[in-house]
């Protein structure tokens, strides 16, 4: 049985169309995560809180791994990330499997264990900076 050949030019369209998608989604990742670190930062500071942000190696193209997206925001509430106990960091990923913006939190809990917390950007930011946001994420 002879095997079908693809043509070379639409082989290219597709491989290069393809390779576009997953860049514009992966910037959109980090886009969205850049976007929930400037809230952090602007809410905790409303308080007298100078809250620190990071994400390292945000441009490269990710794809999306068992349900998250594999940039992390770092998020450090005791100094610049780069200089921040590991142990004291938040780390903040964005879900790939909700249709809403959904984000997961994981911090080093006092017993040892790592904690986890999921919601929407305005609980997100919230349970990281302990300020009181006036609403919720189900308000549209």
Known sequence: MAQQKTNPKLEQALTRGDLAIRQANSARATAVLRALGKMIVDASATI???AHTSIPDGDRI???VEGLWPQALLV??????????PEELRTVRLRSDDPGTMFRVE???ADGK?????GGPFAT????????????DDEE
Not at 114 to 118: D, F, L, P, T
Request: glycine share 8%; no cysteine; net charge negative.
């Open 125 to 136: 930011v919230e349970f990281i900076s302990d300020v009181d946001v006036p609403w919720s």
């Open 114 to 118: 790592i904690g986890r917390q999921e």
């Open 62 to 64: 990710y794809d999306p």
């Open 76 to 85: 450090s509430l005791d100094g610049p990330v780069e200089e921040a106990d």
């Open 107 to 109: 911090w080093h809990r």
């Open 48 to 50: 007298g809180v100078e």
